[in-house]
């Protein structure tokens, strides 16, 4: 069973820094890219950053490029969000996800966790 739990959401100040974690588990994690999006209120989710399997590649939504950074650590089967020089914009609730191949491609999502941006 895939299994995605995000934390480390919270209150934080406009120019502020905030690391989101997501353990996985349930699927061979170093084998698959994984992904952050967000959703904000009234909004529809978006993509926010991906890594590959191996960490050799990052690719980052305009809005958070220079700002975010995504990492993965494969021996703890977990990836992170770090977000720097937050801004209001920023708030939302934030998922990871992963595309599994099963007998076809599954998505998974987590929970999310809300992160604020506020002063």
């Known amino acids: 069973q895939v299994t995605l739990v995000e934390s480390g959401g919270g209150l934080v100040q406009p120019g502020g820094s905030l690391t989101l974690a997501c353990a996985a588990s349930?699927?061979?994690?170093?084998?698959?890219?994984m992904n952050w999006y967000r959703q904000a209120p009234g909004k529809e989710r978006e993509w926010v950053a991906t890594?590959?399997?191996?960490?050799?590649?990052?690719n980052y939504d305009n809005h958070v490029k220079g700002r975010f950074t995504i990492s993965r650590d494969n021996t703890k089967s977990t990836v992170y969000l770090q977000m720097n020089s937050v801004i209001p914009e920023d708030t939302a609730v934030y998922y990871c996800?992963?595309?599994?191949?099963?007998?076809?491609?599954?998505?998974?999502w987590g929970q999310g966790t809300q992160v604020t941006v506020s002063s």
């Open positions: 996800k992963v595309d599994v191949w099963s007998r076809g491609l599954i998505t998974y």
């Open positions: 890594i590959t399997a191996n960490a050799d590649s990052t």
């Open positions: 349930g699927f061979t994690f170093s084998a698959y890219g």
